[in-house]
């Protein structure tokens, strides 16, 4: 049973590109997490998803980015006009129950590079 | 708005010795905690938990202690072993988690 996997594993744009990440959770899964890791800090956490739905975006900044979950096919966590200060590590954690009770499992991340 | 703070961003320990990480809370609603372990380069990977309706839970060579009173927990390494070097993050489970900012812990020879 594949873990969670997220590509690419390193991601270089220039200032004002647009940056995909994806992640496919672990076989079974309904339940995707986004997690951003600045330089020398915690995880910190952005958006919680279920399948076509999105549960909690309270971590996610206002403007440039997005998450999404579709139907079919891994989740996205896409950033728009990218600054340097997007320059992070953004984690994944897949599980296959949500509310209180989940059990997260991590993907091995996006280190993005803004130039 | 730090809800779950690890106050020592690094501990340095003998093999064979104890290591002890320490993690406090703010928020007296948390009734779930765990304990990472991440690698440079990879994703973190579930370690230990502990309920609040229980003040220690042992696997192996790790322990961790609640302090509800305190809201403090504690993870007890013992003995340390230098593949334990690592960073260790403490994080409270709502419906999602809440992390620390992390201790790298050093297990030298």
């Known amino acids: 049973n594949a873990g969670v996997m997220q590509n690419p594993r390193h991601l270089v744009r220039r200032r004002g590109q647009e940056a995909r990440l994806r992640c496919s959770p672990m076989k079974g899964h309904s339940h995707v997490y986004w997690y951003r890791q600045l330089p020398e800090e915690g995880l910190k956490f952005m958006v919680y998803?279920?399948?076509?739905?999105?549960?909690?975006e309270s971590g996610m900044p206002k403007e440039r980015f997005s998450a999404e979950f579709p139907k079919e096919g891994p989740s996205i966590l896409r950033i728009q006009q990218v600054v340097r200060g997007d320059s992070a590590a953004y984690f994944c954690?897949?599980?296959?129950?949500?509310?209180?009770?989940?059990?997260?499992?991590f993907g091995p991340g996006t280190r993005l590079t803004v130039l | 708005d730090q809800q779950v703070k690890q106050n020592s961003p690094s501990l340095s320990v003998q093999e064979g010795r104890i290591s002890i990480l320490n993690c406090d809370y703010t928020?007296?609603?948390?009734?779930?905690f765990l304990w990472y372990k991440k690698y440079p380069a990879e994703g973190p990977t579930f370690l230990i938990s502990?309920?609040?309706?229980?003040d220690k839970n042992e696997d192996g060579r790790f322990t961790v202690f609640l302090n509800k009173s305190a809201k403090h927990l504690s993870l007890h390494i013992v003995p340390s072993q230098p593949g334990d070097s690592a960073v260790y993050f403490c994080a409270a489970r709502t419906d999602k988690l809440i992390f620390g900012t992390g201790t790298r812990l050093q297990v030298f020879p």
């Open positions: 954690a897949s599980s296959p129950i949500g509310g209180r009770l989940n059990e997260q499992f």
């Open positions: 928020n007296s609603m948390f009734d779930y």
């Open positions: 502990i309920s609040s309706i229980k």
């Open positions: 998803l279920q399948k076509e739905n999105i549960i909690d």
